[in-house]
């Protein structure tokens, strides 16, 4: 079968948008937000108790600047393209604001609490795919993941399933030094098993996004490659 032609800055457009859902269905089921999310997610609810205008968006991209000087450390390395992954993050901020007022709309019950951690769930794994198969800077996180893997020569969903456990942990940290020990804000069963699952599912749509589309650069932007 042919495949499809994809363009990589489209799959740039739909990982953003994917990913923000993700994390807004993620959020209202209260099964525990992604361990991609969740530090700048805790961050969020702490600091929004002093600053009530300071969003989960906010945080996300506050939190990603401080993600990026460690990644450049990590690798020993810095580029001009790196830096507009700070550009990704706050578009990105903006859009996961946008959709959580959305998905609030939506009428929550245990049974739909379930089909929307599923949902988001399965939402966030495809968007971070997609933004793997961009040349745009990804978010500082998915950069994170792709510049390691590419440093050391690790397989890419054994870096994602690493960086997504330390992730969880970390937020864990954070909830019991924010809200008390043995407080679980936010990070919750969901959260484990997100940890556990995202680098599996991520691997399953590469795969799977490879075998309908080829992905090639429909316009040449230099300074971001």
């Known amino acids: 079968m042919k495949k499809k032609v994809l363009y990589t800055e489209l799959a740039y457009v739909l990982g953003m948008v994917l990913l923000a859902f993700g994390a807004a269905f993620m959020t209202i089921s209260d099964f525990g937000v992604s361990m991609i ?10 600091v929004s108790e002093f600053l009530p205008f300071f969003s989960f968006g906010m945080a996300e991209y506050t939190l990603q600047a401080v993600l990026l000087f460690v990644m450049m ?15 990704t993050a706050v578009l990105y901020g903006f859009i996961l604001d946008g959709a959580i007022a959305v998905v609030s709309l939506l009428p929550v019950n245990t ?15 495809m968007g971070v795919s997609f933004f793997f198969h ?3 800077a990804p978010e500082v996180y998915e ?11 690790i397989d890419i969903s054994k870096v994602k399933t690493v960086y997504d456990c330390a992730s969880c942990v970390i937020s864990i940290l954070l909830s019991f030094a924010f809200f008390g020990l043995w407080s679980f804000e936010g990070v919750k ?7 556990l699952l995202n680098g599996t599912l991520i691997g399953v749509w590469n795969k799977a996004y490879e075998n309908i589309w080829d992905f090639k650069d429909r316009f040449d932007i230099k300074f971001l490659k």
């Open 37 to 46: 999310v969740a530090p700048a997610y805790l961050v969020h609810l702490k």
């Open 111 to 125: 049974a739909l609490r379930v089909v929307f951690y599923i949902v988001g769930l399965l939402l966030s794994s």
């Open 134 to 136: 961009t040349y745009i």
């Open 143 to 153: 950069l994170f993941v792709k510049e390691v893997s590419v440093k050391f020569e």
């Open 73 to 87: 450390l990590v690798v020993r390395k810095a580029k001009v393209s790196y830096f507009f992954s700070i550009v």
């Open 189 to 195: 069963l969901g959260t484990v098993i997100c940890a």
